[in-house]
């Protein structure tokens, strides 16, 4: 493997180089994410540029390498300027969504990449400003869009079927007490609408109770679940994946950090498929046998951790896994289509949200 500079060294860039300045968004598993990635010039597509985390690593550990960075959050993008400035035309910042990668490559006027890294999930930034809606801890409207486009979180809670509610929290939210919940928010909404975060945090909280000496919040659950609804975080995630094993060169790599097991579910079927470990993906030729096209090496085995140290500095990485493939030369195999029912809710929901 090479690798440019020791970690030590690349983390002591990342804080204190030419294009280090303080963040309030601490990238998880960063080290670990670089090494996978086993730089060696080219274009590394960084498909969550969020706080710039990764992008600055990236820059900081091989100078020979070119940046695209993508986020879907205006925010992002404004704030991501300064970095493109001190980079020396060695970075572009796109606005868009990491499942339209491909495309976006192409709007770029480049056709492959050699290295794709994706964070999934929400930034510290967005998750702390109430006006964004993610948090029940600080009041502010319920609005969790990461772009500024389609459906906010009010509409949804507002306007969906009944049944559409309960299979959100229960599928995308892992909330047991789904049922619940959405006749709450029914009930609650006949007296008028449910504009705000602690409106709607005290709602659930009169019907899901905390666990004993558990410290997570009765409405942990029916947030995430909203939120992967509104910005159909699943669907985008299972077509990054596609996309990036499209857009990947022969021997190029592709990381993923996930922080729950929804999404890591899927990373792990993705890279078992196309790895030969699962036969899910097989072609069947004619005469019955089945034939894998293996579009990935596996790069990690089994998911990378955060070790105690960085859960001790950063407790936000504790549910942090990180997962990495490399491509191979052969053809590109057809989509998926049981990771796309993953991604989807039962049948019952699908178009279910009246507008
Ligand atoms: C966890 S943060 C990334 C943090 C970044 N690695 C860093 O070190 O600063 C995730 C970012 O990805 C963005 N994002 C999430 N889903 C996206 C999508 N489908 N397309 C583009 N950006 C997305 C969010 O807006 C957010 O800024």
Partial sequence: MIRRRPPAEMAAAHRDGPVAAAQPHVPVLLDEVVESLNLDGGLAVDGTFGAGGYTRALLAADPALQVIAIDRDPQAIANGQALVAEAGGRLRLVSGRFGDLDALLDEAGEAKADRVVLDIGVS???????????????????????????????????????????????????????????????????????????????????????????????????????????????????????????????????????????????????????????????????????????????????????????????????????????RTESETPEPLAALHALASLPEAARGGHRR
């Fill in 124 to 326: 510290s930034m967005q998750l702390d400003a109430p006006e964004r809606g993610f948090s029940f801890r600080n009041d502010g409207p319920l609005d969790m869009r990461m772009g500024k486009d389609g459906p906010s979180a009010a509409d949804i809670v507002n306007e969906a079927d009944e049944t559409v509610l309960a299979d959100i929290i229960y599928h995308y939210g892992e909330e047991r007490r789904s049922r619940a919940v959405a006749r709450t928010i029914h009930e609650a909404r006949r007296r008028g609408r449910i504009e705000t975060t602690a409106q709607l945090a005290e709602l659930v909280a009169s019907v899901v109770w905390a666990e004993p000496g558990s410290h997570i919040h009765p409405a942990t659950r029916t947030f995430q679940g909203l939120r992967i609804a509104v910005n159909d975080e699943l669907g985008e995630l299972v077509r990054a994946l596609h996309a990036a094993e499209r857009v990947l060169a022969p021997g190029g790599r592709l990381a993923v950090v996930t922080f729950h097991s929804l999404e890591d579910r899927i990373v792990k079927q993705f890279f078992a498929a196309r790895s030969g470990r699962s036969a899910q993906g097989s072609r069947h030729l004619p005469g019955g046998q089945a034939e894998t096209i293996r579009s990935f090496r596996l790069v990690t085995k089994g998911p990378v951790l955060p070790g105690e140290a960085e859960i001790a500095r950063n407790p936000r990485a504790r549910s942090a896994k990180l997962r990495a493939g490399e």
